[in-house]
Structure formats: C-alpha cells, structure tokens
C-alpha cells in the first residue's frame, strides 16, 4: 500500500467534487452542512419512547397473577406507592419483598423488610418535596383471594414506616374493563 499525504479522504468518488473536498475560498465560506436524518432519528425514538411511557389517564399498572376485587364506590386514585400482593409474591413498587406464605408462617404482627423499604421511599418523598407535609398514602393492590392475617400485617407495616392512609385498588363494579381506582380504607 503506497504511502499517501494526510488529509481528508472521501469514502466515495464521486464526493471528490463536494465543497468540503475542495481547496480555496469555498472551504472558509460559513456555510456548514447539517445532517438531518440522524436529528430526526434521534426525534422520533424519543417520541415513541415517551409515548410508550407516558400514561394520561392515572391508570394503576397492576402486577401479573393479581385480581382486584371489585367495587361500587370508588375514587380516583392519587399517586403515592404501590405494594402488590399476589400468592406468590409481595412487593413494593417492583421490588420484591417477600412470598407470602414465608411472611404468613413467621410469628410477628409486621413484616420488617417491607417496613424498611417503605422508610425508605418516604425518606425520597421528603426529599423530592421539600417543605411539604408528608401525606403518608399508600396502595395495596391485592388478589382478591389473600389471607386477611397477611393484608393485616402489610398494613402494621406501612403504619410503622409512617404511611397511614392506607387505600385499596379496585375493579368498578360493573364494567371489568374499567382501570384501577383506590377505595380509602
């Protein structure tokens, strides 16, 4: 391979004509090219991404092996942490805590990793609102089918990390179709 003066190489021949190839005052001349195709790429994939993740209309993502009861009297549901109860599992905003026939079996009235992890999300809380009161809400997404001793001790546990409204999801009564709404205990 011959030995060749640095300088700017087209990948291409027919760019050897291009302005920015060529020698003189055209080089200097302010005029920058602006490659819009991968700016609009960049646009688009943000855009389904947002979409993808955005949701208008408060909807409570429900975990997978979790049927809501349903209700009569239901209200809209504000934001605040969610705890999923399923039979095989109970976790907090996705992190799992535990499974519930392990949390059955032990003698004490709380469950102590849920209350550390509910500390937690309040200590975050605070610090994303400053100056504000803490509202202490919660809700628990539970199967309809879960023992109530273990929904009793979920609830010591939220109380003991300080959230003391506590609300339950639902399905309203009549149209199973209709999205997850908070009944206040």
């Known amino acids: 391979m011959p030995i060749v003066k640095p300088g700017k190489r087209p990948f291409a021949p027919w760019l050897l004509k291009h302005s920015a190839f060529s020698r003189g005052s055209q080089r200097n001349s302010g005029y920058a090219d602006l490659l819009l195709t991968p700016l609009i790429d960049m646009f688009v994939i943000l855009v389904v991404f947002l979409i993808m993740n955005f949701s208008a209309t408060g909807e409570l993502p429900i975990a997978a092996g979790i049927e809501l009861p349903?209700?009569?009297?239901?209200?809209?549901?504000?934001?605040?942490?969610?705890?999923?109860?399923?039979?095989?599992?109970?976790?907090?905003?996705?992190?799992?805590?535990?499974?519930?026939?392990?949390?059955?079996?032990?003698?004490?009235?709380?469950i102590p990793t849920l209350t550390e992890k509910l500390q937690e999300l309040r200590k975050i809380e605070e610090m994303m609102s400053p100056g504000e009161p803490f509202k202490g809400n919660i809700i628990i997404n539970c199967h309809k089918a879960i023992d109530f001793k273990l929904i009793r001790k979920v609830m010591s546990a939220a109380s003991d990390a300080g959230?003391?409204?506590?609300?339950?999801?639902?399905?309203?009564?009549?149209?199973?179709?209709?999205?997850?709404?908070?009944?206040?205990?």
Do not use: M, W
């Open 163 to 185: 959230y003391t409204n506590i609300n339950f999801a639902v399905l309203q009564k009549g149209n199973g179709e209709a999205p997850a709404s908070s009944v206040g205990n």
């Open 70 to 110: 349903k209700a009569s009297v239901t209200n809209e549901r504000e934001q605040a942490p969610a705890i999923d109860i399923s039979e095989e599992s109970l976790s907090v905003e996705g992190f799992l805590v535990g499974a519930p026939r392990d949390l059955l079996s032990e003698e004490s009235s709380g």
